[in-house]
């Protein structure tokens, strides 16, 4: 197989005429307050996963140490990157997603991190002054780096290491019974998507580097407030909500009448590292 087979698995991950930007600023507000009220903390596992393999140091043992995580989003994994390192920066599309991440890091007394509005698929990194300025580029479930050019992109802005992490499997009992309730299945699942791992890993293996997976498994039980519940799952159904967000709260009601919503929860993480 050749570099055009492999970035074909990554089909289906845009849609034509997609606008990442506005879709992001919109959902910014519901994507961060569903972070908040995950019960699976997959950033800590991440985290002690690429300490325990060298790719990042232990909290306040390092002299300079820099972070890029690309897509970063509201702040999930620089929330726990940035004990580890002097600084981390989130690179973004969307300017309310950073608003976001900014909000919620310094709430929590994190300062030692950088937001910056970029389209990574355009970034010029020369111009950013990214040329080999971090020690360790990270993605996790961004579809801007799911390309040559994206995975390209990472390797030129490392000074050391890179690393991907995207779902491979995922089974949410509680998101099951909402979507047959309301009619709604995916063509394509982002969190059961073994393609996108195949393709970065090829991908960067066909650059000439030496890409290594290892896996991260995740199983417990969740336990929501109706409240809790809706904050979790409206970015899920964001359509639904947008055009009547009260039948959607009766379909939450009339599915859990009874606090709290208790549903299990399973995941598989492929975290894929490679160094420059």
Same mark, same amino acid.
């Given at each position: 197989m050749e570099e055009d087979d492999f970035e074909a698995l990554f089909s289906g991950l845009r849609k034509v005429g997609f606008d990442a930007e506005a879709s992001w600023d !919109?959902?910014? &507000?519901? %994507? /961060?307050?569903?972070?908040?009220? !995950?019960?699976?903390r997959s950033a800590d596992r991440v985290t002690e996963l690429l300490a325990?393999?060298? %790719?990042?140091?232990a909290p306040e043992v390092f002299d300079t140490f820099d972070v890029?995580?690309? /897509? $970063?989003?509201? /702040?999930?994994h620089a929330r726990v990157f940035a004990p580890r390192a002097s600084g981390v920066t989130v690179a973004d599309i969307s300017s309310k997603m950073l608003a976001v991440a900014e909000k919620n890091l310094r709430a929590l007394g994190i300062e030692n991190v950088a937001y910056v509005k970029v389209d990574w698929e355009a970034a010029d990194l020369a111009a950013l002054g990214w040329e080999k300025r971090f020690d360790l580029v990270f993605a996790s479930a961004?579809?801007? *780096?799911?390309?040559?050019? $994206?995975?390209?992109k990472m390797s030129a802005a490392s000074r050391g290491r890179c690393c991907v992490v995207q779902s491979v499997?995922?089974?949410? !009992?509680?998101?099951? @019974?909402?979507? &047959?309730?309301? /009619?709604? %299945?995916?063509? +394509?699942? *982002?969190? =059961?998507?073994? =393609?996108? *791992?195949?393709?970065v890993?090829?991908?960067v293996w066909l650059a000439g580097l030496n890409p290594e997976i290892r896996y991260l498994e995740f199983e417990g039980e969740n336990a929501f407030t109706r409240e809790e519940l809706f904050a979790r799952y409206a970015d899920t159904? +964001?359509?639904? *909500?947008? @055009?009547? +967000?009260?039948?959607? !709260? =009766?379909?939450?009601? =009339?599915?859990?009448p009874h606090e709290p919503v208790r549903g299990l929860e399973r995941a598989t993480l492929a975290v894929i590292t490679w160094r420059v």
């Amino acid at each position: 197989m050749e570099e055009d087979d492999f970035e074909a698995l990554f089909s289906g991950l845009r849609k034509v005429g997609f606008d990442a930007e506005a879709s992001w600023d !919109e959902r910014a &507000e519901r %994507f /961060g307050a569903a972070q908040e009220h !995950e019960r699976v903390r997959s950033a800590d596992r991440v985290t002690e996963l690429l300490a325990r393999i060298g %790719f990042l140091p232990a909290p306040e043992v390092f002299d300079t140490f820099d972070v890029l995580d690309v /897509g $970063g989003g509201a /702040g999930r994994h620089a929330r726990v990157f940035a004990p580890r390192a002097s600084g981390v920066t989130v690179a973004d599309i969307s300017s309310k997603m950073l608003a976001v991440a900014e909000k919620n890091l310094r709430a929590l007394g994190i300062e030692n991190v950088a937001y910056v509005k970029v389209d990574w698929e355009a970034a010029d990194l020369a111009a950013l002054g990214w040329e080999k300025r971090f020690d360790l580029v990270f993605a996790s479930a961004c579809p801007a *780096v799911m390309s040559r050019r $994206g995975l390209a992109k990472m390797s030129a802005a490392s000074r050391g290491r890179c690393c991907v992490v995207q779902s491979v499997a995922a089974h949410d !009992e509680i998101g099951r @019974r909402l979507r &047959e309730a309301l /009619g709604v %299945f995916s063509t +394509r699942d *982002v969190r =059961n998507d073994r =393609n996108a *791992v195949a393709g970065v890993f090829n991908l960067v293996w066909l650059a000439g580097l030496n890409p290594e997976i290892r896996y991260l498994e995740f199983e417990g039980e969740n336990a929501f407030t109706r409240e809790e519940l809706f904050a979790r799952y409206a970015d899920t159904f +964001r359509d639904l *909500v947008r @055009r009547d +967000r009260a039948a959607f !709260e =009766n379909t939450l009601h =009339n599915l859990f009448p009874h606090e709290p919503v208790r549903g299990l929860e399973r995941a598989t993480l492929a975290v894929i590292t490679w160094r420059v």
